[in-house]
């Protein structure tokens, strides 16, 4: 090896030569040399899936490569992997001939910390602007002279916007998580300011003009709640995923659990709701503006998956019918509708037994804080064992019967019961999620990550929004004792949590214990072996951290 080409070596966190030998994602699934040859000339570079056809071309938009299929027969995830390998040795030859000299390089670097904490604040802030108004419910509807039901429907239409540009958030997060942070952080800026237009005069709001700028800020919402899994399969490695997935996907009910600390302390009398949305608008729009300032994509990816050419969107879509992913999804839209319908109904459900809205504030920050400590704590745990089935299958029970225990707590009249029991609840929950979302990586790869998160984010919104409309309409009447509870809408959702138990329990049974495989992390595991034999042949291989 020459001095110049050590020096390079160093700055990196791997450099590989890359084989021409036969490809281990193939033989795998037992596809023979004439199916590798088809695919490769099937399978172009391209992000939608338009149909186009033709020979592999080394080419990389928002940090990795993609190819698309014009072919509309049924295969499944293990062949559309083994397709997608053959097109990417293609192009790993194809750098060969654009002047690499045969080797690939993969770092991590240190401006990822900048995009993540970026990620994270626009997550905090987006969920504090949905909860501005739950938390004072009783000062909103003086304010606003309108219907408490008609409070509940700044939540609700929060959560339903998500699903309106559901579309659009996968297409920009396909091509990189910076476009789409920028334009979370747009409707952040122009909903709060709507917002607060609506909201100038402490005599009194115009709730149309506040619903407008609360759609908007829900718009803002699913290009950043989404992006986490996007954004560490681009910049981190397979020891770091579900730590960074984690601290910006549940960045997003801290931001609920400031709404419901500090909002009522703001807000001690109708007047205030206009200072509380002034308040709000200040922070979105200081945490918004570093968003246009961050890194695109890593100059080189993180590890060998991030090369790894993604299915198209069209075909993606066609791919999500595993068994095992809905096994997965459906308890993830389901848990996180309850938790956004309690979350946004935890004032209404409390108070009718006595408590006061700060009592509620409390219980539904330590709902979320002990919720955050608990994934702290088994996130990098988690990243070092890959244990996520076992993290699913011992959650979900502890969720269901929280929710049971829940039914009880608030006519005990006595705070204890409410504080341990959603404190159980949220740490059940937040160590699921960033679990299940890179789970769903696994069993979907090479699907883009986005699409997956997307999906399963969807649906807990629109679930969410669903539940506190049934909630609402559940709530007692004026003459039950004590008047407005909300009993029959804790036993509806303590019914429905128990129901999906049995669904995670499932993964694995009847034989189907190969579907779980760790396609991501095998895919990596496969190229450390290749690199391991390489570096017998041509020399060492550097790893490091790279310094920018």
């Not at 986005?450 to 969807?458: C, N, Q, R």
Request: net charge neutral; proline share 6%; with cysteine.
């Amino acid at each position: 090896m020459s001095r110049s080409s050590r020096k390079s070596s160093s700055d990196a966190a791997a450099t590989v030569t890359p084989t021409t030998t036969t490809n281990p994602d193939v033989n795998d699934v037992g596809i023979d040399d004439d199916i590798v040859k088809k695919a490769r000339d099937e399978y172009a570079l391209n992000p939608i899936g338009s149909g186009s056809s033709g020979k592999a071309s080394r080419s990389i938009k928002g940090g990795h490569l993609r190819l698309a299929s014009s072919s509309t027969d049924g295969d499944d995830l293990d062949t559309a992997g083994a397709r997608i390998a053959a097109g990417s040795q293609e192009v790993e030859n194809a750098s060969i001939e654009d002047g690499d000299r045969g080797s690939i390089t993969y770092k991590v670097y240190k401006r990822r910390w900048f995009g993540l904490v970026q990620l994270t604040l626009l997550n905090i802030i987006v969920s504090w602007d949905w909860l501005t108004f739950s938390p004072v419910s009783q000062h909103a509807t003086t304010y606003y002279n309108t219907s408490e039901s008609a409070i509940n429907w700044f939540s609700t239409g929060f959560l339903f916007s998500f699903v309106v540009i559901v579309p659009l958030t996968i297409y920009m997060l396909h091509w990189g998580p910076k476009p789409s942070i920028i334009v979370s952080a747009v409707l952040i800026l122009v909903g709060n300011w709507i917002r607060f237009a609506g909201s100038y005069s402490r005599d009194g709001g115009n709730y149309g003009v506040v619903m407008f700028g609360q759609i908007l800020t829900g718009l803002a919402q699913p290009f950043v709640l989404s992006a986490p899994t996007r954004y560490s399969d681009m910049w981190f490695t397979s020891r770091g995923r579900v730590a960074a997935t984690a601290l910006a996907s549940l960045a997003n009910p801290f931001g609920a659990a400031l709404g419901q600390l500090i909002v009522p302390f703001m807000v001690a009398e109708p007047g205030d709701v206009s200072n509380a949305v002034l308040y709000v608008a200040i922070i979105s729009s200081v945490a918004a503006l570093p968003s246009f300032f961050i890194p695109a994509a890593p100059p080189t990816p993180p590890g060998p998956s991030g090369r790894t050419p993604k299915t198209s969107l069209r075909e993606s879509l066609r791919l999500l019918k595993s068994l095992e992913i809905w096994l997965v999804l459906i308890p993830y839209f389901i848990y996180v509708g309850f938790f956004n319908s309690v979350s946004s109904l935890l004032n209404q459900i409390m108070m009718p037994y006595g408590f006061s809205s700060d009592d509620a504030g409390i219980a539904g920050a330590l709902l979320i804080v002990v919720g955050l400590v608990a994934a702290a704590i088994s996130s990098p745990i988690l990243d070092r064992t890959k244990a996520f089935l076992l993290a699913i299958k011992v959650s979900t029970p502890l969720i269901g019967l929280c929710y049971l225990a829940f039914v009880w707590m608030p006519a005990t009249r006595d705070l204890a019961g409410p504080y341990v029991v959603l404190s159980v609840l949220g740490a059940s929950s937040f160590a699921l999620v960033p679990v299940a979302l890179e789970f769903l990586c696994e069993l979907s790869h090479p699907i883009s990550p986005e699409v997956t998160s997307t999906v399963a984010w969807a649906g807990g919104q629109v679930l969410g929004g669903i539940f506190i409309v049934i909630s609402d309409a559940l709530k007692a009447g004026p003459d039950a004792d004590p008047p407005f509870h909300m009993t029959n809408a804790l036993i509806f959702t303590a019914v429905i949590a128990l129901v999906t138990v049995p669904l995670p329990l499932a993964l694995g049974l009847f034989g189907r214990q190969d579907r779980l495989v760790m396609r991501r992390v095998r895919s990596d595991e496969r190229s450390v072996r290749s690199t391991s034999n390489e570096e017998t042949a041509n020399g060492p291989v550097v790893v490091g951290d790279a310094a920018a």
